[in-house]
T-cell receptor, first 110, second 113 residues
């Protein structure tokens, strides 16, 4: 059974730092992996989608990598800003299902 | 979110009463999903639909039913609400089963007292 884990559950860093969020999965047979952002009291917004044949995707200050063999994905945020404060979730497409991690709550301190 | 709306946004109901949540999309996407989100559990799939009148159970379907009579509407019904169903409910739509083009609604906060 595919399991998705995000560590740490919460992270607080000063503004301007580069940071990495981690997502691990137990079964390497995946179709894709996505990163979402959720602001308090709001829905989820898709950030990046990596297909299984890809190694990384970039959008602005965000870069997501995928290593299927090790069952890991990272979301790199460059030059963090207070507006990046949110919960970040990864979700894996696997075995005709979408399996969600519990998220990492990120706080960027001004 | 553009293209998908949920109603109501907030609801308080009593234990034992039926409750229906509505999800409406204007994107003409084939796939629609109902999730619940609880602290410590992340997002859990309740039911999903892959076409008009085509639905299937997700991970936590007990106590819930769904209907999809039109492409644009996906209804979630709690037959007899219980306190354990207090949660935030999200509807999502996607172009494919793999989740590409996934869009979420803003959520419905349901409290069962």
């Amino acid at each position: 059974k595919q399991e998705v884990t995000q560590i740490p559950a919460a992270l607080s860093v000063p503004e301007g730092e580069n940071l990495v969020l981690n997502c691990s999965f137990t079964d390497s047979a995946i179709y894709n992996l996505q990163w979402f952002r959720q602001d308090p009291g709001k829905g989820l917004t898709s950030l990046l989608l990596i297909q299984s044949s890809q190694r990384e995707q970039t959008s602005g200050r965000l870069n997501a990598s995928l290593d299927k063999s090790s069952g890991r994905s990272t979301l790199y945020i460059a030059a963090s800003q207070p507006g990046d404060s949110a919960t970040y979730l990864c979700v894996v497409g696997s075995n005709y299902q979408l399996i969600w991690g519990a998220g990492t709550k990120l706080i960027i301190k001004p | 979110d553009a293209g998908i709306t949920q109603s109501p946004r907030h609801k308080v109901t009593e234990t034992g009463t039926p409750v229906t949540l509505r999800c409406h999309q204007t994107e003409n996407h084939r796939y629609m999903y109902w999730y619940r989100q609880d602290p410590g559990h992340g997002l859990r799939l309740i039911h999903y639909s892959y076409g008009v009148k085509d639905t299937d159970k997700g991970e936590v379907s007990d106590g819930y039913s769904v209907s999809r009579s039109k492409t644009e509407d996906f209804l979630l019904t709690l037959e007899s609400a219980t306190s354990s169903q207090t949660s935030v409910y999200f509807c999502a739509i996607s172009e494919s089963w793999s989740g590409s083009g996934y869009t979420f609604g803003s959520g419905t906060r349901l409290t069962v007292v």
